[in-house]
């Protein structure tokens, strides 16, 4: 069954693998040397870098499984203060310590540690951008919490990522006991042989070689047991039946999968199913990039995300 799931590895399945005055941040994190403060909100989950001046709007970008704020890094600089940037790091992921991601599921929690985030902190109606598993967050975000989302945008991730892992008609039950075999196989592997593979897998997912080197880094100083705890996460994941409730305009951009037989006009297809119950969702594919789409198609993504933030 991992076998079949492979096929669309480097497509679907491996979407997974997202200043003013300087505060101290209560959860311990110190300061960078960048310039950004990590915001004053105490949370086992994730931590906050913000960048941009107070009372700008504000915007909540969400790395993908294993990746770190700095992925999002030519978005915070293209922006050049005219929002208020809040950046996620997930516990775990990317040198951060596990903390409560320890153990159990890390995508659902984070969401409602964003959504506590938005509300203590006071923001209103932020726009949220997520990658990947942070599209998922996103989702659950705006899906479980429409009043505390402005705007959503969902970068290359479906709704239920497990329907890749089985046939035509696979359910969120159906696939737990692939999900349980890849989170056994991922979370026993020896730590050489799991960083070859996950390193691998990034490396496909990023065409721009001078790009890759902070995903790569990102992924040797991750928590292999978080990442592999939230990759099985997502396996069994199905938000289709949620989207509905998401009141937010919303937008997906996405990129062809990355097999031979995954044309265009298929992956078309499989993004309008599987947001067939989000009315009035923006679809729009972004030829000539891999799964980091910021990354490999900067210009395209950037000109995009303008549109999206300024959209009446």
């Avoid at 922006?79 to 153990?103: D, K, M, S």
């Avoid at 080197?213 to 992924?219: A, E, K, R």
């Amino acid at each position: 069954m991992i076998r079949t799931a492979s096929i669309l590895a480097s497509g679907a399945a491996a979407l997974l693998l997202a200043a003013s005055q300087p505060a101290l941040a209560q959860d311990g994190h110190v300061n960078h040397a960048e310039g950004h403060a990590h915001a004053a909100f105490a949370s086992d989950r994730l931590h906050v870098r913000v960048d941009g001046p107070e009372g700008a709007p504000d915007l909540i970008l969400i790395p993908g499984l294993s990746s770190s704020p700095e992925i999002w890094q030519g978005v915070v600089d293209h922006l050049a203060g005219r929002y208020r940037v809040h950046r996620i790091h997930v516990q775990g992921f990317a040198g951060a310590p596990a903390e409560g991601n320890a153990t159990g599921p890390v995508a659902a929690p984070v969401a409602e540690e964003i959504a506590r985030y938005i509300r203590e902190q006071g923001l209103n109606k932020p726009a949220v951008v997520g990658h990947s598993m942070g599209g998922t967050m996103g989702m659950i975000l705006a899906a479980r919490h429409p009043d505390l989302v402005g705007r959503l945008m969902v970068v290359d991730m479906i709704p239920f990522m497990g329907a890749m892992f089985g046939p035509p008609g696979t359910t969120a039950e159906s696939v737990v006991p692939v999900a349980d075999q890849v989170f056994a196989a991922q979370s026993a592997s020896p730590r050489d042989q799991y960083l070859t593979q996950a390193k691998a897998a990034v490396t496909g997912m990023i065409r721009t070689e001078a790009a890759r080197t902070g995903p790569l880094s990102d992924v040797e100083t991750s928590d292999q047991q978080v990442s592999a705890s939230a990759f099985r996460e997502l396996i069994v994941t199905d938000l289709r039946p949620e989207l509905g409730k998401i009141t937010a305009p919303t937008e997906v951009l996405y990129v062809k999968f990355n097999d031979p037989r995954m044309t265009d006009a298929i992956t078309d297809a499989i993004y309008q199913m599987s947001f067939s119950s989000l009315p009035r969702v923006k679809l729009k594919r972004i030829d000539d990039s891999a799964h980091f789409i910021m990354l490999d198609q900067p210009q395209a993504f950037y000109g995009d995300l303008d549109a999206f933030l300024s959209a009446k």
